[in-house]
């Protein structure tokens, strides 16, 4: 099944004082693992643009549609059996002693 995985900041990090494991450690762990399809990170909220159509009228305005301290920052898409496996997978990412990660299932739009 597939997962989308927001990677967030967060305002309350992890006060742990052991170093945050290496992302690209991770990165390649999962990519080899065939878990990790594919991922980014993304650029500063100040390049954001968030579009809406009312009334036949295309809105365009700067930044991120919500204003909160949390922000996505990157995301992965995996594969993987259950969201027991997304959730194991989710809890080695960097981010998630740092920020905070949400994972979501691919909707099945075949489902009845």
Same mark, same amino acid.
């Given at each position: ?9 967060? /305002?309350?990090?992890?006060? =742990?004082?052991?170093?945050?494991? =290496? ?9 080899? %693992? ?11 909220? %100040?390049?954001? /643009? /968030? ?6 009228? /295309?809105?365009? %305005? ?13 995301? =992965?898409?995996?594969?993987?059996? =259950? ?28 489902? %009845?």
């Amino acid at each position: 099944m597939k997962y989308l995985m927001f990677v967030c900041t967060d /305002t309350e990090p992890d006060t =742990d004082p052991t170093p945050e494991p =290496d992302v690209n450690l991770w990165v390649d762990r999962h990519d080899a %693992s065939g878990q990790r399809l594919m991922g980014m990170a993304l650029a500063p909220k %100040s390049t954001a /643009t /968030t579009v809406r159509v009312r009334d036949g009228q /295309t809105l365009v %305005s700067d930044g991120p549609f919500a204003e909160t301290k949390e922000l996505i920052v990157g995301f =992965d898409l995996l594969e993987c059996a =259950d969201l027991d496996e997304a959730i194991e997978v989710a809890k080695a990412h960097p981010m998630a002693r740092g920020g905070r990660i949400e994972i979501r299932p691919q909707a099945d739009w075949d489902r %009845s």
